[in-house]
């Protein structure tokens, strides 16, 4: 088995170090990691240069500016499908809040016939550490929006933690997409729903450690518009 972890960054120096060590400490033989950073003014992908020195299985793809996560993970499968070609491809961010002990089940659910294999906040035995009444209200009506909007049955089609089965990953590295930022995860939910088996996997989301949140008043502008377009 071979799975492909892509991991997009933007001014995550601090955090390449540690999620390395939590996704090492998981166990999971033939597992790489592919991580794609915008030209980091923070050094990030320096940093992934370093530690990858003595982890033959870590690499970097590295972008001329900030084009966003959506093109990042698109452009991370293509790479990884033309190169190391895996039989699975894992979506996680680079801030930590996605845990490497959950990647295991993800995996699994792959193997087990799932063609997206989708992290849930919003199922029996997810859950979410450290945000307030207002960041889950926000998240809570955004996937109310998605899935009233688009016919999508996920209960959290926001999510960026998921495991993608060989063929799905290809689909979705080929689509021209009407999504580059955060709205990418439901775009490709909406792509694959009527041909693709979706599988909600609970796990424990948390909060940022260290570095900034890339999510600001703009994101949720365009993800309204491009939920709007693609519904169209």
Same mark, same amino acid.
């Given at each position: 088995?071979?799975?492909?972890?892509?991991?997009?960054?933007?001014?995550?120096?601090?955090?390449?170090?540690?999620?390395?060590?939590?996704?090492? =400490?998981?166990?999971?033989?033939?597992?790489?990691?592919?991580?794609?950073?915008?030209?980091?003014?923070?050094?990030?992908?320096?940093?992934?240069?370093?530690?990858?020195?003595?982890?033959?299985?870590?690499?970097?793809?590295?972008?001329? =500016?900030?084009?966003?996560?959506?093109?990042?993970?698109?452009?991370?499968?293509?790479?990884?499908?033309?190169?190391?070609?895996?039989?699975?491809?894992?979506?996680?961010?680079?801030?930590?809040?996605?845990?490497?002990?959950?990647?295991?089940?993800?995996?699994?659910?792959?193997?087990?016939?799932?063609?997206?294999?989708? =992290?849930?906040?919003?199922?029996?035995?997810?859950?979410?550490?450290?945000?307030?009444?207002?960041?889950?209200?926000?998240?809570?009506?955004?996937?109310?929006?998605?899935?009233?909007?688009?016919?999508?049955?996920?209960?959290?089609?926001?999510?960026?933690?998921?495991?993608?089965?060989?063929?799905?990953?290809?689909?979705?590295?080929?689509?021209?997409?009407?999504?580059?930022?955060?709205?990418?995860?439901?775009?490709?939910?909406?792509?694959?729903?009527?041909?693709?088996?979706?599988?909600?996997?609970?796990?424990?989301?948390?909060?940022?450690?260290?570095?900034?949140?890339?999510?600001?008043?703009?994101?949720?502008?365009?993800?309204?518009?491009?939920?709007?377009?693609?519904?169209?």
């Amino acid at each position: 088995m071979n799975v492909c972890v892509v991991i997009p960054t933007y001014n995550e120096r601090e955090n390449v170090a540690p999620l390395i060590a939590a996704i090492e =400490g998981v166990g999971i033989l033939g597992l790489s990691v592919l991580f794609v950073d915008d030209s980091s003014p923070d050094g990030t992908a320096e940093e992934i240069r370093r530690v990858a020195a003595t982890r033959p299985w870590v690499s970097v793809l590295e972008r001329p =500016g900030k084009m966003g996560i959506g093109s990042a993970y698109q452009d991370g499968f293509g790479a990884a499908l033309a190169s190391i070609g895996p039989s699975i491809l894992v979506e996680m961010d680079g801030d930590l809040q996605h845990p490497a002990s959950a990647l295991p089940r993800l995996i699994l659910t792959v193997q087990q016939g799932a063609d997206v294999a989708l =992290g849930s906040r919003y199922v029996p035995g997810g859950v979410i550490v450290g945000w307030g009444w207002l960041r889950r209200a926000v998240s809570k009506g955004a996937n109310a929006y998605a899935r009233l909007m688009l016919g999508l049955r996920a209960k959290d089609a926001t999510s960026g933690f998921r495991a993608f089965a060989r063929g799905a990953a290809a689909t979705v590295a080929a689509a021209d997409l009407p999504a580059k930022g955060y709205e990418f995860q439901v775009a490709t939910l909406h792509l694959l729903k009527d041909q693709a088996k979706i599988v909600e996997v609970p796990f424990t989301f948390t909060v940022r450690v260290a570095g900034k949140s890339k999510l600001g008043f703009s994101d949720a502008v365009k993800f309204l518009v491009a939920v709007v377009r693609m519904a169209l």
